[in-house]
T-cell receptor, first 113, second 111 residues
Framework: GENVEQHPSTLSVQEGDSAVIKCTYS??????FPWYKQELGKGPQLIID?????GEKKDQRIAVTLNKTAKHFSLHITETQPEDSAVYFC????????????FGKGTKLSVKP | NAGVTQTPKFQVLKTGQSMTLQCAQD?????MSWYRQDPGMGLRLIHY???????DQGEVPNGYNVSRSTTEDFPLRLLSAAPSQTSVYFC??????????FGPGTRLTVL
């Protein structure tokens, strides 16, 4: 069945460094790839997304890249800050107009001051 | 807009008890869904609904029932709670079946 793999499961960086989280998906028909940030005790919050007709999208310090041929997409956070510490989830949408999201298992990012 | 609201925030049940987790949204979204989140497992889809009166199963539906009598509400029922249902439950809604907005979650413990 459909699957999304996410790496690494944990990531520790120094404040100011960059962080990269990578995901691969199995369904070549997937056309929407969101990233969610989950802070402790809260629900996941959408931070950026990309659709299959573009290769890269940026929003201030975060960016997402998509390689449809290789079926992988990545989240890039530059100039990391302590408030970026959270669990990040990638997801891939499959199934047409009544489809669903399949989530990766998450990456716990720790930014050390 | 309150967005997506969930009640209760915390719940402790004994094995065999039943309960309903409430979810409501005020964004007039047609699409609503329930996920459970377990350590190291990410978010797994339990049930979803594409509109009032229409529900369908997700990846892990066993032990759960849902109904959708109104656009705003999408309750999740545990008929006979089991320790394996100890988890954090999230409700989500969207105007399209891709970009989902999550509620704050219900942390459920089954003893």
């Amino acid at each position: 069945g459909e699957n999304v793999e996410q790496h690494p499961s944990t990531l520790s960086v120094q404040e100011g460094d960059s962080a990269v989280i990578k995901c691969t998906y199995s369904d070549s028909a997937s056309n929407y790839f969101p990233w969610y940030k989950q802070e402790l005790g809260k629900g996941p919050q959408l931070i950026i997304d990309i659709r299959s007709n573009v290769g890269e999208k940026k929003d201030q310090r975060i960016a997402v890249t998509l390689n449809k041929t290789a079926k992988h997409f990545s989240l890039h956070i530059t100039e990391t800050q302590p408030e970026d510490s959270a669990v990040y989830f990638c997801a891939a949408y499959y199934g047409g107009s009544q489809g669903n999201l399949i989530f990766g298992k998450g990456t716990k990012l720790s930014v050390k001051p | 807009n309150a967005g997506v609201t969930q009640t209760p925030k915390f719940q402790v049940l004994k094995t065999g008890q039943s309960m309903t987790l409430q979810c409501a949204q005020d964004m007039n979204h047609e699409y609503m869904s329930w996920y459970r989140q377990d350590p190291g497992m990410g978010l797994r889809l339990i049930h979803y609904s594409v509109g009032a009166g229409i529900t369908d199963q997700g990846e892990v539906p066993n032990g759960y029932n849902v109904s959708r009598s109104t656009t705003e509400d999408f309750p999740l029922r545990l008929l006979s709670a089991a320790p394996s249902q100890t988890s954090v439950y999230f409700c989500a809604s969207t105007s399209r079946p891709d970009t989902q907005y999550f509620g704050p979650g219900t942390r459920l413990t089954v003893l």
